[in-house]
């Protein structure tokens, strides 16, 4: 009987697993382990990473680890992924032509119609003439009322309020006559003056229907059929909200312009194809599927496409000691995405959902430098360390421990850089293949569409379900169960979406609501996950038909740990008549641990049928 | 149970058994302003309050015998040095809502409102967690 340890050098974490080997080949597993991989993975800085795993595994063994006779490595190569978002669109307002920013309180309620007049001048203006005030910061809410009420009894007919302040309904309730008041206008020194102007609030629980309709400031304005054209797009940029203001400036406009976001080119085996960046990720997907197998990607220089994959070219080059030139990247993945940006040209800081592509792309060495890493394992740990085999076959061998699994099998292996796949039909043979996109990009998406810039909070509401503080002392779960505390929740919580981490309840501090939130993770997850899952399953099937393959789909990782991609993956073959299932290795370990598990499977299989392994 | 139809209930409309948050404020004439914006954040949120003068007594004491006494369970303590704290009836005692200093009132009678109608709190720079 013989101690042997394997050991899974992952991108994230390293894995191992204790067992013991009788002569007969029968194995007995002792222990697994898990710990973070130092430094990037199949380089000589993943030992002490191995060391503490080996040494985790043997002290919950219980093996003293002096006996163990070998250390088994996977053939580890790395893999380096990048990420880039290319902002497509862009919304610019010009001549400050319309403000549209959904303040918590505007005041009043209505439509009013007049020419735009700062507030000191309000004194100034001729009796019987149609005014929008606009009240600059510093006015104190009573000054103002007291202001426009004076210009009221003098004749002056104020039909509308911009205000600088949160002083909407302070405001209006001092009215002698209600008009609609529009505040929180950051920027209220930029309104124009002196312009035709459209100030409309909507009742509580409404949406405005006079600026949000093209004919409704064509009425407003008295516009002719070529200028209602022209305003046509500012109606559709005030379209949901409460309140509206529209100035009618001699050139002011709002555009929705397409930024040229560079081309990416995609070299494949026998043929290379442009795409336009901002053609979407459709075309760009369609068009990878046409030069595959790729051999290389480059993206114009100066784009952030074109950076980013200069950028994992770079990186893999310093690590592999290999010249940038013959650094080639294996596989992108385009997503569609949207980017909620300031407007240019706005006056109260509103956002513009703007349409935006992310891709991912990865590069993978054919060799690492495992022998050397192999030599430093022997000194670290003063045990025979034995390269024992490729990563995908022993990731197979491990996930046919899952109990009901069976041959023919495929696993899934959803990483936080990359997505593999491999298969094995009754044979030995093994096609396995490497896809950009995983768990880092599914953080990246949630991280923008929800405007976090905070890749921790992202990554948070990735992994953990949410709720909404509806009180001190209980949260309603997203599933709409209710759960109770002993603990009034901190103040920075109340009311708010939370997201219910193992090490507490975080606030997302946005205004989206448990719903939005909620379909913007499982939208991105479905968008990396169950496209790359059914990706990957098409490469690795004979003849690309994913019907044709495979009986048993083990998912496996990281990101298998994950409360509904499994699920979601399940769903996706299905239709495919496929057993699809979070893999649970050795009936014991979840998703994890399948490569250590292989190893030593693999070495078992080796010593019982009298063949070498190499060291 | 019989149920008592709602025109029979003695419903006073400036009195204590109107709905409002319940401000209770140390009578310093440098409060005055302190005063008037809580009451303005309440405004403009939409949220009903009323004022009363108090005895001794910290922003802390002031407000959770404000918010005992209103039927919002929410109050505000105003002290004789303008500190002011936001309290719900149903935390504890030593455990209030929001606090912050004279500078930061109409935040706090925002949050006063918010705290009321289930919005999340309004943040200004030099407010503490309490």
Redesign the interface.
Known sequence: MSLVVGVDIGNSTTEACAAHIGQDGKITYLSGALGRTSGVKGTTENVPGVVEVVRLALARAGCDPAEVQAVLVNEATPVVSGLAMETISETIITESTMIGHNP??PGGVGLGVGVTVAFPNLPRCAAGSAVICVVGAGVD?EDAAAGINAAIARGVRVTGVVVHA?????IA?RLGEPVPVVDEVTLVDKVPLGMPAAVEVAEQGRTIRTLSNAYGIATVFELDSEQTRMIAPVARALVGNRSAVVVRTPAGDITDRRIPAGTLILIGEKTKREVEMDAGAEEIMSTLRRVRPLVDAVGDPGTHVGGMLARVRDTMSELTAMPVDTVRVQDVLAVDTFVPQRITGGLAGEFALENAVALAAMVRTSKGPMELLAARLREALGTEVLIAGVEADMALLGALTTPGAGRPVAILDLGGGSTDAAVTTDGAEVHSVHLAGAGDLVTSLINSELGLENLELAEEIKKFPLAKA????HIRMEDGTVRFFDK?L???A???VVVLTDSGIHPIPTRHGVEKIRQVRRSAKHRVFVVNALRALEQVAPDGNIRHIIGFVVVLGGSALDFEIPDMIAEAVAEFGIVSGTGNVRGSEGPRNAVATGLVAGYALARANGTAVRG | MRHTPADDRPFDHVGQNRPAVVVLCHPDPGNRHCVREINAGMEEEGVPCRTENAADGSARELALAAAQASNLDVGVGVDSVGNICVHHAKLPPDAPAVAGPATSARTMGHNAARLVAGLPFKQQEGVRRA
């Open positions: 918590g309180t809410f949160d002083d909407a309904n302070l309730n509806e009180s001190f002392f009034p901190p103040a920075d109340f009311s708010r």
